[in-house]
């Protein structure tokens, strides 16, 4: 029994070893094939894994370099923007800086010349009236004369209220600078 016990394991293996051996008789060259075709295939995916990993790589390199250039090329015109409206700016308030000293200058400039007017016209009013004060004074004395000229003529003579209306003209007439004999006859010819 045991003699019997112990081949029936063996002839199962042995058994199996056939049936590898019809296996590999019936499918022997088609599962070599079917194995070279499959591990070409997985070669080829491999491969074609590899080449896509390696374009996407590629692509996200090149749209990485793309973004940086096009960040830096933004990045530069806005620090260009910037800087011309500095300069700009710098430039507005240097010209109204400059605008508000001329306008300062010209200002003092009027009111020194204002000044200097002023001060001439006033010296010139203060000389005018000099002048008239003292023409009034030579007019004056000259008057005061011509009255005691005539006072002392009318203690000599007695005049007739027509003779001292006529003195009395000619002294005002010359306090007002014309002549009555003008007066007179420009009266005479009015009535004419």
Known sequence: MSKEANTKPDNDISQLGNVDQIREILFGSQSRELKEKFD???ESIKLMHDEMRKKLEQNQLDF?????????????KIKN?????????????????????????????LEEELNAKREQVQKQQNENNSTLRNQMDTLKDELIE???SKVSELGEVKLSRDDA????MEAAM????????QQLSMAQIDTK
């Open 40 to 42: 070409k295939i997985e």
């Open 81 to 109: 923007m910037l800087s011309k409206q500095h300069d700009e700016f710098s430039d507005v308030r240097e010209s109204a800086l400059k605008q508000e000293k001329r306008l300062q200058t010209s200002l003092e400039n």
């Open 146 to 148: 011509v009255l005691n």
């Open 165 to 168: 209306a006529e003195i009395m």
């Open 64 to 76: 990485n370099s793309k973004i940086d250039a096009e960040i830096d090329g933004i990045s530069r």
């Open 174 to 181: 010359a306090m007002k600078g014309t002549q009555i004999n």
